[in-house]
């Protein structure tokens, strides 16, 4: 049967859109954008347990007393972990798409429900819609729409939207018939039948398609984090990249505390703005009697209970209180004067230090400075598209070499900054007799005939069955396991706590290194190359745009002990200290600011005083 060329026809009507409709992308770029800038600045303005108070107190309107404890104990939990501010990034994208997708799926539920033809139309692009894969969505997001908030709301919107339709639908749908033929019978308009009669029945089972657009929402706005949307997202890709369950867990009760919160709060707001909810409700707590851990306030007293809160707060001195009020004093001249760059990086190691290390230099060099996380593919397409302005960690020219020819002619190479590395199969120490690939000849029982290996994207697979396997004729002997770094590091850790043989493919610099003992076999024939170098890559232009900041980028160097105590710094400091780690590790290194950002001469330089001065040549 002939190739049918599905994947060709989208690439061509993706580039068809890209060349002709790119005027309406950017201008929904700019409302979710600017919709999503609106709220987060709203939930970050207060002080953490402020907003956590506020919410308890529509908790307490909403379900009880009971409810509202709960909810602050849960959102000051989320405070006490660190990860307040990337929870509200969270909950803003949720909001932003939830909201969309509400003005959207309503209207088209309700003309579903009074129109059979647009049901069955419907109906196959909703399966369509729910059934495939949510990471998907992101590719054309992030292509249509660029990385960061934007793609996510995009792709969470698209996710979420199905539920609210069919949900909608089926409420109109569920309404008495005769309810309706009593209304037309006395004259009542189409447009107030359905306002007045069938949109008030049908609203418990609204609420319920409410519901499940926002836990849809919630569970594609972590996977969202792979595309620069930070947010509790971007903690899991990162506790995922470094296998660090701590961090994983923390992120992981944050994103249920939120959801939970959210699920309760909508399913008792469906009960509240429902005629028979209402009453379905007053008459169970008039059986029930009044209980102190049930008591629901007034709606009057739940505004007022807000309002006192915002101004204690206000009074207090206290909004604005969650951003990042620590500045880094700076040490040299305004060369910056206040000039916002981006940094993208990849949740390695080695990407972490320096993105984090270059975040705290720029910023004492008079530099506004923003560090976005991403997936690999993103972090390309992000440069790509200038969204982003360098990155640090990329390993040229084997380990990202499909990402080099796709992009390369649209990225600035800055030059290698780290090198060279290496890429070879590991073992453990206690496996004996086995120290080159040559000695893994004939031992393929001992390993269960297979190597363990990482993303089958990744460069280093690619020349691992193509070449280094059959250099020393063990391509017959061996199968390469396809998985991805988090599990070949998840399943090294497993056959390294019950001393089980074990071949990985791993790369240096890498932590498994520190963290295991561990053998890197010799590669005599040298199938595996020279190794690759680490390059600061930057958006096309970023050089000419800023002469300095470029120059000192394309002179950036790390010796491998600078490296490994970095990485050591910021692996005890924690998640969301690694500036902090950066700033104690720089106290031990006195001199690499000046090394790695120095003054250009004529530029004023800042005393100890606080004033500035003319440099003296």
Not at 423 to 447: N, T
Request: net charge neutral.
């Amino acid at each position: 049967m002939p190739r049918i060329p599905l994947g060709d026809w989208v690439n061509s009507t993706v580039d068809w859109l890209l060349g002709h409709m790119a005027w309406l992308f950017d201008l929904c770029k700019s409302v979710f954008t600017g919709s999503y800038d609106g709220i987060n600045a709203v939930l970050q303005a207060p002080h953490p347990l402020l907003l956590a108070g506020i919410l308890a107190v529509l908790a307490w309107w909403l379900r009880g007393s009971f409810a509202g404890v709960l909810t602050f104990v849960g959102f000051a939990f989320i405070d006490s972990m660190g990860l307040w501010s990337n929870a509200m990034v969270t909950l803003s994208l949720v909001l932003v798409a939830t909201i969309i997708a509400l003005v959207i799926s309503v209207p088209v539920g309700i003309w579903a429900a009074r129109s059979d033809r647009v049901s069955a139309a419907v109906r196959p692009v909703l399966d369509f819609m729910q059934t495939l894969p949510a990471m998907v969505y992101l590719i054309p997001a992030i292509l249509f729409f660029g990385t960061g908030a934007s793609a996510g709301i995009v792709a969470t919107l698209i996710f979420a939207l199905a539920p609210g339709v069919r949900m909608t639908e089926l409420g109109i749908r569920q309404v008495d018939k005769e309810l309706v033929e009593a209304a037309e019978a006395f004259g009542t308009t189409p447009r107030n039948t359905l306002l007045r009669v069938q949109l008030p029945l049908a609203l418990p089972t609204v609420m319920a398609g409410v519901n499940q657009v926002i836990m849809l929402g919630l569970s594609m706005a972590a996977i969202a984090g792979m595309v620069g949307t930070g947010g509790l997202g971007g903690d899991v890709n990162e506790a995922i990249g470094q296998l660090n369950v701590g961090l994983g867990a923390e992120s992981g009760v944050a994103i249920v505390i939120l959801a939970i919160y959210l699920d309760r709060m909508t399913s008792a707001l469906g009960t509240e703005v429902s005629p028979l909810g209402r009453r379905a409700a007053a008459r169970a707590r008039a059986a029930k009697g009044l209980k102190i851990w049930s008591y629901r306030p007034q709606p009057q007293i739940a505004v007022v209970g807000v309002v006192i809160l915002a101004l204690v707060a206000g009074g207090m001195g206290i909004f604005g209180g969650n951003g990042d009020s620590s500045t880094t004093a700076s040490d040299g001249g305004d060369i910056g004067k206040g000039r916002k760059i981006t940094i993208g990086y990849i949740p390695w190691d080695e990407g972490v230090a320096s993105t984090y290390l270059w975040k705290e230099v720029l910023e004492r060099r008079g530099y506004k400075v923003e560090a976005r996380q991403f997936d690999a593919g993103p972090l390309y397409t992000a440069l790509a598209q200038g969204s982003v302005d360098f990155q640090t960690d990329a390993w040229l020219p084997v380990t990202h070499e499909q990402y080099w020819k796709k992009y390369g002619k649209q990225l600035e190479d800055l030059g290698s900054w780290y090198g060279p590395t290496s890429l070879e199969l590991a073992v453990p120490s206690y496996v004996k007799d086995v120290d080159s690939l040559a000695d893994l000849k004939g031992r393929a029982s001992v390993f269960g005939g297979k190597v363990t290996g990482i993303e089958s994207s990744a460069g280093m697979m690619g020349l691992l069955k193509s070449k280094v396997l059959k250099e020393y004729g063990l391509d017959k002997e061996y199968k390469v396991v396809d998985s991805s770094t988090p599990a070949m590091l998840a399943e090294l850790k497993r056959a390294y706590s019950k001393k089980e043989p074990i071949v990985v493919t791993l790369w240096s610099p890498h932590w498994a290194y520190s963290d295991y003992d561990l053998k890197k076999l010799k590669d005599p024939e040298g199938a595996w190359g020279t190794g690759d170098g680490v390059h600061t890559l930057a958006r096309k232009g970023f050089a000419a745009d800023d002469p300095v900041a470029g120059g000192w980028l394309k002179n950036f160097k790390l010796s491998e002990k600078q490296l490994t105590g970095l990485e050591s710094e910021i692996n005890k400091a924690g998640k969301g200290r690694q500036q902090d780690a950066v700033r104690t590790w720089l106290k031990g290194n006195p001199d690499v600011v000046d090394k790695l950002a120095p003054i250009p001469a004529g530029s004023s330089a800042r005393s100890a005083d606080g004033r500035s001065t003319p440099d003296v040549e």
